[in-house]
């Protein structure tokens, strides 16, 4: 093979086939020429060869339309290196996507790993109306969300769907986030875990900190609306927060106790105050985000049960369709790898 005209670079990564390479590259710099030229080397006497023949190399690519060029550069490049027969294999050859090869392998094995060998492949158009149809089946009456037997408080908290073209922060769209990261895991939803109770008294107490750090230093910056407002503000809620801790807080009064704090801006005093409230500004923003995650952990589990009904549906759903989606392939194929040593040795 001539490499000649290579860049010192895209030689190197060529003549390198034992052992782990990673190449980073910017556009135009000769990706693709380098690989389909690094494939057809470890297929050369010179290079061992590397690799008895195509059908031992492995080349993933992110869409269908890359995987036929290569394919087209490899043959190109196998016939004008005289090796012919290997360039009639190209198009058998593992060269395709991530999902191509999971699905090869799937059908190859349908027996074995349990799936149909004819199966469809459902592209996100096609899958998500089949999830559409299953939140509907669990959490939907005529016409609209419901909230299912003993869960009216996941439902109290959060809207049923969102509101809004961006959506976010309704029952619909934490069932789908929850069911989308479980269908991407080989443990389902095993996968996801129940986080730690929050401490709202601790995050109360941070608060409230801060607070009388920014306060103590608002009091000696020179009077004025925005300083009144602030150094007024924050008294008043550290003594609602006092009184709360002196009867007992209560489950789910954090959120509204560190509300009642107005946040620190950069709208007066010193450079050094500024650095200071810019610094609380951040704090206060965190104890907020933390309360607001403590209330929303008692629900999760609510929530998880309802994506476990959902999941299912789905996954029901795609079998009556006689299909796979993206994540199935991933995850069908990495248990029968798991599950079948033996085949998982073969694919080695």
């Known amino acids: 093979m001539n490499l000649s005209t290579c860049t010192p670079g895209q030689r190197q990564s060529i003549e390198h086939v034992r052992g782990p390479l990673l190449v980073s590259a910017g556009a135009g710099s000769g990706k693709t020429f380098t690989l389909t030229q690094r494939i057809a080397y470890a297929l050369l006497p010179e290079s061992g060869p590397a690799a008895s023949g195509v059908d031992e190399v492995l080349a993933i690519t992110f869409t269908e339309k890359a995987a036929a060029e290569i394919k ?4 190109r490049t196998l016939r004008a290196e005289g090796l012919a027969e290997e360039a009639l294999r190209v198009d058998g050859a593992w060269i395709s ?7 090869r392998i799937l059908r190859a094995h349908a027996l074995e790993v349990g799936v149909d060998p004819s199966f469809a492949v459902l592209d996100e158009a096609a899958a998500r109306p089949l999830l559409d149809a299953a939140v509907n089946e669990v959490l939907a009456s005529a016409n609209d969300l419901v909230a299912p037997d003993g869960l009216d408080a996941l439902f109290a908290e959060y809207p049923a769907r969102s509101r809004g073209p961006r959506g976010g922060g309704s029952v619909d769209d934490l069932v789908r986030t929850l069911v989308t990261a ?14 730690q109770a929050v401490d709202e008294k601790e995050i109360v107490r941070r608060m409230m900190a801060s607070a009388e750090g920014v306060l103590a230093a608002a009091e000696l910056q020179k009077p004025g609306k925005s300083r009144d407002t602030l150094v007024d503000g924050t008294r008043t ?12 807080l209560r489950d789910g009064e954090a959120l509204g106790l560190l509300g009642q704090f107005p946040v620190p801006g950069r709208t007066f005093g010193t450079p050094e105050f500024k650095e200071l409230a810019a610094e609380a500004a951040e704090e206060y923003c965190a104890c907020m985000a933390e309360a607001r995650f403590g209330r ?6 609510d929530a998880l049960l309802l994506a476990e009904r959902v999941l299912a549906a789905y996954r ?6 006689g299909g796979l989606d993206n994540d199935d392939l991933l995850v069908e194929t990495a248990r029968a790898f798991e599950r079948l040593p033996g085949l998982a040795a073969d694919y080695a």
């Not at 269908?183 to 986080?195: R, T």
């Open 72 to 75: 087209a550069r490899v043959k």
């Open 97 to 103: 996507t991530i999902h191509g090869m999971c699905a």
């Open 182 to 195: 479980a269908s991407a895991n080989p443990q389902g939803m095993g996968a996801l875990v129940l986080p």
């Open 237 to 248: 809620a550290l003594e609602a927060c006092a009184e709360a801790h002196a009867r007992g």
């Open 296 to 301: 929303a952990v008692p629900l999760l589990s």
């Open 316 to 321: 029901r759903r795609k079998r009556e369709a």
